[in-house]
């Protein structure tokens, strides 16, 4: 006889299949906001996408490596630029300033 679940997932809200998460962005260089470009899609194959996931990995695997409990270390963050000539995406550790609500 199955073991009885102690919850049942029915009626538990789900995201869609392809939805795998998002984060907000501090600004784009140069300001597309100000351009009136409203969004920007970026196609990857998989082996570029898990290149890219390996590289923001490698970049947040290094970032934790600073004292958070410092305002230097808070400030660090990572920068994807986006080369649209190169068509190629890099992973850069910098210092991000956020600005003000």
Known sequence: MPK???FSAEGIQQ???DYHGSCRYVRTR????AQNIKSVNLELSF???MQLSLSIQ???LALNRYNR???DGR???LCLSVKTEA???SVLETKVKLEAK
């Open 4 to 6: 009885k679940r102690a």
């Open 15 to 17: 995201k869609k299949d």
């Open 30 to 33: 140069p300001d597309i906001k």
């Open 47 to 49: 082996d570029e996408a």
């Open 58 to 60: 490698a970049g947040l």
């Open 69 to 71: 409990s410092k305002k």
């Open 75 to 77: 400030e660090m963050g």
């Open 87 to 89: 068509n190629t995406i």
